[in-house]
């Protein structure tokens, strides 16, 4: 409602419906402004305008594709009180394609069919995402809405064996199309990509996508009859897209595991009635070229799945937000985004899941509970997902941490697997940065490959919830996600400098002679902290007895109790240090090394803060034998940053001040150190250590000191350095 009531101090200049799907702001001038305060109309005393759509407001506000004429899916009716005159209409185009090609609609009856009784305003002012309309006068009664202009409206049919009127070969749909309405009146396979505004898919009649294809939907899809995705294509259905009918998608995932001992973590992208059921949604296929030739699951309690008989015994969800897995039978309702773990059957089984696709807001209600809590979800739909901007979502409302962790499992070979058997873990994904499972292997130096920014169908992931509250999927994760046939779900990723990144390797060989390999990623940039940076940091989801980890600072710089796999951290300079935490259940040999480096510039060296050592881990691996035990101050890397180099001819000398509860180390890459000394923030020396021999390292104990602020002047044969510490016991 806009209008003014002097009596009652109102004067409401513009407005915009309280529904948080908002897409109509109205105005007394001939703009809007950013804030009713800032509207600068004059408008007369008990003037009033009212404005309601009687359209749902979960309804996706795009082109109606149940509307042969193009209207869009709301249409608005006013009551004017007291005389309003013209006004101004914004709508909110987001979600629709194409926008340039709309007109304003003033209908006096309502039904929208005949245009005797119509007015069409055709040239609003496009800017952004909205559609503005000037000068507008909506007397009492009047409905309005918006359709596409009439001309531009591409229709396309296939029928009797032939397509008319699309954009390919034989008049078939391309990526050209993106405003057709396109209809399906028999069985069709297509031969090309493509996107079109309305899909509709009559009775009777499928339409069927081969392998290394898709098709997108912009405005809505009319599914009575059935679509089949084969392979690796896709049905993609982006932000503005609605879905109506009470046909089936077939959506075939064919790259689970085969082993009776591997799990898989699974998503349905379909659902009966909201929900997803092994036993009435699952098939087996048995011919890639027809997907309504299937056989029917059978369930065993036994361990060892075979065939096409799936062991219930490894049938899970977890969604508690505690640690353990619930364990599920065939029969048990899944919601809509969940995710669920199988094992494989021994045979290279075509997944089938057969039902409704699933489409727009999808809400997965996290544990009721105050405290954090891990839950597994996974990509609910039939089409990639873009996982980051999952995650930039779930950290804007601290729904989740902003990580995400993806089971991988290799060649596991029995159901309660020991060291040779155990070959699974968690890909981790977080902040833009990836780690790989952990792996065990006959050879060294080898690991996965890292999660890329995609999401794939079916898949199955685990997040880490932060306080209760609802995890939101929608196609807004489905749009801008171009679908390319060779896309890989891991993969290396091409340097960016502006975020250099840090792998580094944790390796030992256990008794089995197989080499444990743990990479573990950290990124350097602007903003970033020694602390545990949300949406940035992730924790070690899968950590072991023999392990290697960061270690990141509480609130008050004493380093947390948590392990962390990805961290990101302030950019490389001479000052920073990034400590690392070693675990190892025996006295073992265990390497650290340099994994990968993208776009670092400069050396990443690790300090060895017990052997009084400095290691270019960019030219060599670091080895090191340890006894049993936890290592939370000895290992740490450090760095000269890209100051440190503008003239490559001069030599830098490193020097390194390490403080640890109660020790302060100081070490030289070279040379020799003369004197250390301590001040307190007064300006007291509370140590003066002179060094008799040559010596690059000098280890001083702080056992008498109190936890403070430290100034550390030490003396070497070439220079002076001084640094700031903090003693922190």
Known sequence: ?????????????QSISANSNGVLTVSFDSSVAPTNELNTATNTDLQFLAWGSKNSPTTTFSIDCSSAAGFVTKEWKVQNTGGVGAVTLQFDITNIVSPSNLDLVLDTDGNFSTTGDQTVYPSGVLSANTLTYTGITL????????????????????SGGSWTGGSGASGQPTLADKVSVVTINDDVTTTEDFDCGCLEVKPGATLIVPKDSYVSVNAGLILNGDIHLQGNSELIQTIGSNLFGTGKLFKIVDEATISPYQYNYLSSPVNTAGVFTLAGNLMFNTNPLDLTINTAPSFTRENDGFGTTISSRWTHIFKTGFTEFEEINETKAIEKGLGFTMKGTGLANKYNFIGRPNNGEIAVQLFNAASKGYVMIGNPYPSSINIDTFNRNMVIDRITDGSVYVWQDYVSTAHSPTAVDLQGGYATRAGGISTPTTTHSLSSVTWGLPLTDHIKPGQGFIVSGQSGGIIKFTNELRTGVPYNPTRKFYKTKKPNTERPVIRIGFEYKNENDYYFHRQIATVLEDGSTLGNDFGKDAYMYDYHNNDAYWIVQDEEGVPEDDRYVITSVPKQSEDLQLPIGVVVDDKRDVTLRLDRTEGLIGDVLLL????????NIKTEDYKVTLDAGEYTDRFSLIFKGEEAFPDKEKEQVKTLIYATPSELSVVLEKGNIDKVQLYNIAGSKVLDYTVKDNTSSVVLSTANLTSQIYIVKVVTDTNVITKKIALVK
Do not use: H
């Open 608 to 615: 060895d803060n017990v052997e009084g050592k400095i290691t």
């Open 139 to 158: 007397t009492d009664g009047t409905f309005f809405s918006i359709r596409r202009k009439p001309a531009t409206i591409k229709y396309i049919s296939y």
């Open 1 to 13: 409602v806009i209008g003014k009531d002097i009596a009652s101090a109102l004067n409401q200049k």
